[in-house]
């Protein structure tokens, strides 16, 4: 389950920094929404929830804070207090965390799929708008050259990995690696995950999205003609 809220409190750390903390289970993701004076701090927290499961469409459901609170009770940092945030919501809901198995097909004479009809993955890497996106682009390109086929051909095998990768969280697999190497804390990341390691990670997590900045800006636009 996720919970999403927004709470005004004091700005932390540059004041405009993004934290995301946790392990492979629990976690907890804070950024600025509005600066200057107080902060709007937009959060997430994120845990499995033991029992029943979840009424899986709803996105709507006004979240528990007294709940929500009581897991991350101990989560008190120097520079942010994750139960105070809780606490003082404007208003949270609660997102059940789902996705879909990746598609065989998505094109069916001239109908295809594009967006979430055709992967919806877990809210993992800022994606699923993202991914939408980059389907428009190619399926734009595909159809300006009469190749509806091309599109799935492009797009299909990289949104599948993608969901894939999402279920195995993403680059946010270096929580789960820090604290699977490091259970009782660690004064030195270098020491439980080097730099080269988190760089190689958040890397091929780029390069499975098609974010990787390198490969967006050398490469040539589209038009009809190519
Ligand atoms: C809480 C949350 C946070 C997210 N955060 C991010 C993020 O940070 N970055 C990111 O990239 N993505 C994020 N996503 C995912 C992103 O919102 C979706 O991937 C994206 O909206 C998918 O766009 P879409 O157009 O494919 O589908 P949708 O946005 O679901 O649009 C489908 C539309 O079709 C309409 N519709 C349905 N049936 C019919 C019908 N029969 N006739 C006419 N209209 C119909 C629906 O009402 C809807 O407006 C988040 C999602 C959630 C829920």
């Not at 979240?63 to 606490?87: M, Q, Y």
């Not at 990746?102 to 993202?130: C, E, K, Q």
Request: no cysteine; charged share 25%.
């Amino acid at each position: 389950m996720l919970w999403r809220g927004t709470t005004y409190g004091e700005p932390f750390l540059t004041g405009r920094s993004m934290i995301m903390a946790g392990d492979g289970t629990q976690k907890f993701v804070a950024y600025p929404i509005e600066t200057g004076g107080r902060a709007l701090i937009n959060w997430i927290a994120e845990r499995p929830l033991d029992g029943e499961a979840p009424d899986r469409g709803n996105w709507n459901r006004p979240a528990d804070l007294a709940e929500i609170g009581r897991h991350f009770a101990d989560w008190r940092f120097d520079w942010l207090d994750v139960p105070g945030v809780i606490a003082g919501a404007e208003a949270a809901y609660e997102y059940p965390m789902v996705d879909r198995d990746p598609l065989p097909r998505w094109t069916f004479d001239g109908v295809t799929l594009l967006g979430d009809a055709a992967h919806a993955m877990y809210p993992i890497g800022s994606n699923g708008a993202s991914q939408a996106i980059i389907d428009a682009r190619v399926l734009a390109h595909s159809l300006a050259r009469g190749d509806l086929a091309a599109y799935e051909v492009l797009r299909r095998p990289a949104t599948t990995a993608l969901q894939l990768s999402n279920r195995e969280m993403g680059p946010e697999v270096v929580m789960k690696l820090a604290h699977e190497r490091a259970p009782g804390g660690f004064n030195d990341i270098e020491q439980v995950i080097p730099y080269a390691e988190r760089a190689g990670i958040a890397a091929a997590y780029k390069r499975t999205a098609g974010f990787a900045p390198a490969s967006l800006n050398e490469r040539p636009s589209w038009n009809a003609t190519r």
